[in-house]
T-cell receptor, first 113, second 110 residues
Framework: SAVISQKPSRDICQRGTSLTIQCQVD?????MFWYRQQPGQSLTLIAT?????????ESGFVIDKFPISRPNLTFSTLTVSNMSPEDSSIYLC??????????FGPGTRLTVL | SQQGEEDPQALSIQEGENATMNCSYK?????LQWYRQNSGRGLVHLIL?????REKHSGRLRVTLDTSKKSSSLLITASRAADTASYFC??????????FGKGTTLSVSS
């Protein structure tokens, strides 16, 4: 299994600013992913965080808006850039030690005013 | 994009009753996983069932998988108030990210 922590747990930000969310896994994981959960909705994949290379983004998400880093097998960051109220969501990272179970962090609840 | 639908979208039961949630998906899968989410917090992994399995149990949870119908069900027996949460199914295709269903909101009253 894997235990995943995220920082910050929540934040309230002004429009036009950026926020970087950190995701730390207690063990090496093969795969790391970032998801967004808009209010009252299910989870949508933002991107796959690739260790040592550029992230792979899903349709509708771009690197300029959501830059992602993954410097090693246990850590990743997601930045939400130039925020607007539409970015208010819960952002979750997940890690998969193998090709099976994916474990999730507690999420970062972002409110943009 | 969502893989499929969960049914029902909302379910209200009394403590002690059983709760059944269904999940349908569209494409072939490697695994199907069920998660619980309490009040917009992180997801708690409940159970994983592989595409070559038909049924799995974990405590009060029973999951079935019918790949011919592209559907799965989650049964929670003897529900408790603490089971009140949103439940999501999610599928993957061997090392890919998860595709989530829309979720079922379960409310268990005492």
């Amino acid at each position: 299994s894997a235990v995943i922590s995220q920082k910050p747990s929540r934040d309230i930000c002004q429009r036009g600013t950026s926020l970087t969310i950190q995701c730390q896994v207690d063990s090496q994981v093969t795969m790391m992913f970032w998801y967004r959960q808009q209010p009252g909705q299910s989870l949508t994949l933002i991107a796959t965080a690739n260790q040592g290379s550029e992230a792979t983004y899903e349709s509708g998400f771009v690197i300029d808006k959501f830059p992602i880093s993954r410097p090693n097998l246990t850590f990743s960051t997601l930045t939400v850039s130039n925020m607007s109220p539409e970015d208010s969501s819960i952002y979750l990272c997940s890690g998969a030690p193998s090709t099976d179970t994916q474990y999730f962090g507690p999420g970062t609840r972002l409110t943009v005013l | 994009s969502q893989q499929g639908e969960e049914d029902p979208q909302a379910l209200s039961i009394q403590e002690g009753e059983n709760a059944t949630m269904n999940c349908s998906y569209k494409t072939s899968i490697n695994n199907l996983q069920w998660y619980r989410q309490n009040s917009g917090r992180g997801l708690v992994h409940l159970i994983l069932i592989r595409s070559n399995e038909r049924e799995k149990h974990s405590g009060r949870l029973r999951v079935t998988l019918d790949t011919s119908k592209k559907s799965s069900s989650l049964l929670i027996t003897a529900s408790r108030a603490a089971d009140t949460a949103s439940y999501f199914c999610a599928t993957d295709q061997a090392g890919t990210a998860l595709i989530f269903g829309k979720g079922t909101t379960l409310s268990v009253s005492s």
